[in-house]
């Protein structure tokens, strides 16, 4: 498994910005809390595989800041040899997922980007609770996804998401 010191290295020597960086230690952080969490309520989660695919969750901006940085940070895991494992939870951390549909829509390749395991769950709510380097809360997340006019139904996966989570650590 690449280690926590190598995820950064890898942001850092792909060019990613100080501030993505430290963005994406603070999702680690807070990931590696639920993560932390859900094991004590005996979940089957691997704390190492949150930790790392949450450090590396946005290593594609050091190409892009848009929507694809996602697929961009997937390719760039691969051809890295990163784990697939890390590299599927680059690929699905963007919101709570994105269908064929809207990946075809949004110009990305064609494929399915929801969140499966527990590992691309966490990361990905985690991800939404972090805004640049600070926690937020669920609901501001939600507020903010409303003052953006971002689809009903995209504001509705987020929130099924946050519940999944949070039921992980009952």
């Not at 800041?65 to 996602?70: E, S, Y």
């Not at 609901?139 to 039921?167: C, P, T, W, Y």
Request: glycine share 8%.
């Amino acid at each position: 498994m690449t280690t926590r010191a190598e995820a950064i290295r890898l942001l850092e020597e792909s060019g990613c910005a100080p501030n993505v960086i430290e963005h994406c230690k603070e999702v680690a952080s807070l990931a590696v809390e639920i993560a932390e969490k859900a094991k004590a309520a005996g979940r089957d989660v691997d704390l190492e595989l949150v930790e790392t695919g949450a450090l590396l969750h946005d290593s594609g901006r050091c190409r892009t800041h848009g929507i694809a940085h996602a697929v961009e940070g997937f390719r760039l895991a691969m051809g890295k040899g990163i784990e697939p494992a890390v590299a599927e939870i680059i690929k699905r951390h963007i919101g709570a997922g994105i269908s064929k549909e809207e990946a075809k829509e949004l110009g990305l390749p064609e494929d399915d980007y929801f969140p499966r395991s527990l590992e691309e769950k966490i990361v990905a709510h985690a991800d939404n609770l972090v805004k640049g380097t600070n926690r937020i809360t669920i609901q501001e997340r939600l507020e903010f996804m409303h003052k953006k006019n971002i689809s009903g139904d995209i504001v509705q996966r987020v929130k099924k998401l946050a519940e999944d989570v949070e039921e992980l650590s009952r």
